[in-house]
């Protein structure tokens, strides 16, 4: 093991390539993991439903694949951790509620079908907040991830035990889901990359509606070049989900790094003052346009009017909540917890026309970001407006000073993108003055995700503190 080409701390794409060339087995690899998991998340609470048995027969059948000669998918002999909001045959799934505490699945949902044809060895499910519901994960059945950087904070959410897994090095690679910054915000928290698809691009199967389009599902993982891969085996049309992009995954492989000169940059902390952000972060999104500029991109201080979002989003969440959960709630109105139940007992009264209204305006957000993309390539803001906060709250309770009225109030920065329907990554850029990882978000036109992967690689490049 100590001559081991690969540590847990490696890139995803040198371990498979390892495992390719019989350079390291996928018994071998998975043992690493395992004693990675063993040292770090009896304290971090990442990982879930950890089934050691089935793992190592999962990584033998890996390594018996190759030895037969084998085609082999891009994720072979990958340890990884699915999400515990999305189903796997046989494993465990519980949403974090204890209403799903021993709920098992008996079929892969899509996005974990293509991750297990890929090759990826099951070892267990990631952390999340119950019913996925806040970027902070704590539950009743598993209670809270911590924060690898610092365990006294926050992992974020609702893909917060993926972010901690993979920034602790227990897992290569990890998917998410995001609907108000899911994949975005335990990100920025935990030091790693997670990207919000644009719409379309990552389908989902099975859902209760199809035509339900603020939650996505996407890739993170511990830089831009890992994280493509993992989009390239997510990604891609299916028949059963309708509003799949055409584009073939594999287009997603490799993302080059864009070139920054010229680049068309729109940097702001604030969206115009839409929302508060502390000063630290904001100091990281400042020092991210300054670096930008050095390199001789083009940065301005602008951004799209995106007034609508608020009421957009939150109409548009409720009613959602409401329609999944609405029925739940009833039956079990003390098995939510109290932020979640309100949530969706705010989606009780609104009327077809409040609906209606919500979706008038996000058409009309889309519009704008699609004028604004003529001008800019990219828009660069924050990820979340706080670092990490204790991780014995639910939710910031004020940002500079300023007060948080409820747990969704200080993730504008997230959802106000999520209803313009274009893809967004969160990409390591800083730390703050106690060492708490800071990322920023950027965001590309509907459908440019293979764009903004290059750019992301760029910037990646520049401004993280642990490119190269």
């Given at each position: 093991?100590?001559?081991?080409?690969?540590?847990?701390?490696?890139?995803?794409?040198?371990m498979a390539a390892a495992v390719r060339e019989r350079?390291?087995?996928?018994?071998?690899?998975?043992?690493?993991?395992?004693?990675?998991?063993?040292?770090?998340?009896?304290?971090?609470?990442?990982?879930?439903?950890?089934?050691?048995?089935?793992?190592?027969?999962?990584?033998?059948?890996?390594?018996?694949?190759?030895?037969?000669?084998?085609?082999?998918?891009?994720?072979?002999?990958?340890?990884?951790?699915?999400?515990?909001?999305?189903?796997?045959?046989?494993?465990?799934?519980?949403?974090?509620?204890?209403?799903?505490?021993?709920?098992?699945?008996?079929?892969?949902?899509?996005?974990?079908?293509?991750?297990?044809?890929?090759?990826?060895?099951?070892?267990?499910?990631?952390?999340?907040?119950?019913?996925?519901?806040?970027?902070?994960?704590?539950?009743?059945?598993?209670?809270?991830?911590?924060?690898?950087?610092?365990?006294?904070?926050?992992?974020?959410?609702?893909?917060?035990?993926?972010?901690?897994?993979?920034?602790?090095?227990?897992?290569?690679?990890?998917?998410?889901?995001?609907?108000?910054?899911?994949?975005?915000?335990?990100?920025?928290?935990?030091?790693?990359?997670?990207?919000?698809?644009?719409?379309?691009?990552?389908?989902?199967?099975?859902?209760?509606?199809?035509?339900?389009?603020?939650?996505?599902?996407?890739?993170?993982?511990?830089?831009?070049?890992?994280?493509?891969?993992?989009?390239?085996?997510?990604?891609?049309?299916?028949?059963?989900?309708?509003?799949?992009?055409?584009?073939?995954?594999?287009?997603f492989a490799d993302p080059q790094p864009a070139t920054?000169?010229?680049?068309?940059?729109?940097?702001?902390?604030?969206?115009?003052?839409?929302?508060?952000?502390?000063?630290?972060?904001?100091?990281?999104?400042?020092?991210?346009?300054?670096?930008?500029?050095?390199?001789?991109?083009?940065?301005?201080?602008?951004?799209?009017?995106?007034?609508?979002?608020?009421?957009?989003?939150?109409?548009?969440?409720?009613?959602?909540?409401?329609?999944?959960?609405?029925?739940?709630?009833?039956?079990?109105?003390?098995?939510?917890?109290?932020?979640?139940?309100?949530?969706?007992?705010?989606?009780?009264?609104?009327?077809?026309?409040?609906?209606?209204?919500?979706?008038?305006?996000?058409?009309?957000?889309?519009?704008?970001?699609?004028?604004?993309?003529?001008?800019?390539?990219?828009?660069?803001?924050?990820?979340?407006?706080?670092?990490?906060?204790?991780?014995?709250?639910?939710?910031?309770?004020?940002?500079?000073?300023?007060?948080?009225?409820?747990?969704?109030?200080?993730?504008?920065?997230?959802?106000?993108?999520?209803?313009?329907?274009?893809?967004?990554?969160?990409?390591?850029?800083?730390?703050?003055?106690?060492?708490?990882?800071?990322?920023?978000?950027?965001?590309?036109?509907?459908?440019?995700?293979?764009?903004?992967?290059?750019?992301?690689?760029?910037?990646?490049?520049?401004?993280?503190?642990?490119?190269?």
């Open positions: 093991m100590s001559s081991s080409p690969v540590s847990v701390d490696s890139t995803a794409r040198s350079e390291i087995s996928a018994r071998e690899l998975l043992d690493l993991h395992l004693e990675r998991i063993a040292e770090r998340n009896p304290q971090l609470n990442a990982v879930v439903s950890l089934d050691e048995e089935r793992a190592r027969a999962g990584a033998a059948a890996a390594d018996e694949a190759l030895a037969r000669g084998e085609r082999v998918g891009p994720l072979h002999g990958l340890p990884f951790a699915f999400k515990d909001t999305h189903a796997v045959g046989g494993w465990r799934t519980t949403y974090g509620s204890t209403l799903r505490a021993d709920h098992v699945p008996d079929a892969d949902e899509l996005i974990v079908e293509r991750v297990r044809r890929a090759g990826a060895v099951t070892v267990g499910k990631t952390n999340v907040p119950e019913f996925a519901a806040g970027s902070h994960t704590f539950n009743k059945v598993f209670g809270t991830t911590l924060n690898p950087v610092d365990p006294s904070r926050s992992a974020g959410g609702s893909s917060g035990g993926a972010a901690c897994a993979l920034a602790a090095g227990m897992v290569p690679l990890a998917d998410g889901s995001d609907m108000g910054g899911s994949l975005r915000n335990p990100a920025s928290f935990c030091g790693v990359v997670g990207m919000r698809p644009s719409l379309g691009r990552v389908p989902e199967w099975p859902l209760y509606n199809q035509w339900e389009t603020t939650s996505v599902g996407g890739p993170m993982a511990r830089n831009v070049a890992d994280l493509a891969l993992l989009l390239s085996v997510m990604a891609g049309p299916d028949p059963r989900a309708p509003h799949a992009l055409g584009d073939a995954g594999s287009s920054l000169g010229g680049l068309r940059v729109a940097l702001s902390t604030d969206l115009g003052g839409a929302f508060e952000v502390d000063h630290e972060v904001a100091g990281v999104v400042e020092a991210t346009g300054r670096a930008l500029a050095g390199a001789g991109a083009s940065v301005a201080g602008e951004h799209p009017d995106l007034g609508l979002a608020e009421d957009t989003f939150r109409t548009l969440r409720a009613w959602h909540f409401q329609a999944k959960l609405g029925a739940l709630l009833a039956e079990h109105p003390e098995a939510f917890k109290p932020s979640l139940a309100d949530n969706i007992r705010a989606g009780e009264s609104l009327t077809g026309a409040d609906v209606a209204r919500a979706y008038t305006q996000r058409t009309a957000l889309s519009e704008t970001m699609r004028e604004f993309f003529t001008a800019y390539d990219v828009l660069v803001l924050p990820v979340s407006q706080v670092p990490p906060f204790p991780a014995d709250q639910e939710f910031p309770s004020a940002i500079n000073g300023k007060p948080m009225e409820t747990y969704l109030d200080w993730m504008r920065s997230a959802y106000f993108i999520t209803v313009t329907g274009c893809p967004a990554i969160s990409i390591p850029a800083g730390r703050t003055r106690d060492g708490l990882p800071v990322g920023v978000q950027l965001v590309a036109p509907h459908g440019a995700d293979l764009r903004l992967l290059e750019v992301a690689r760029a910037v990646e490049a520049l401004v993280s503190p642990t490119a190269g």
